[in-house]
């Protein structure tokens, strides 16, 4: 489960997408260029979520439980 922040640790990072239960992308990432990323989740209400992690290697998706 996830609070307030997501860290993303992955090499080659080239973007991440955090989608809602609907689809509707809620946060994002574009170019990143570092090795480990933080997106902030304070904002978003409790619930499922999918993350989508770009990078040099391919794409790799997720599901997140945001509980606060």
Not at 20 to 25: D, E, H, I, L
Not at 33 to 49: A, C, T, W
Request: aromatic content about 2%; glycine content about 6%; hydrophobic content about 35%.
């Amino acid at each position: 489960p996830s609070h307030d922040t997501l860290h993303i640790r992955a090499k080659e990072l080239k973007s991440i997408h955090l989608f809602n239960a609907t689809g509707q992308v809620v946060g994002k990432v574009e170019k990143a260029q570092k090795d480990l990323m933080e997106i902030s989740v304070q904002n978003l209400p409790e619930g499922l979520y999918s993350i989508l992690i770009c990078t040099q290697e391919g794409q790799l998706s997720k599901k997140i439980l945001l509980n606060k």
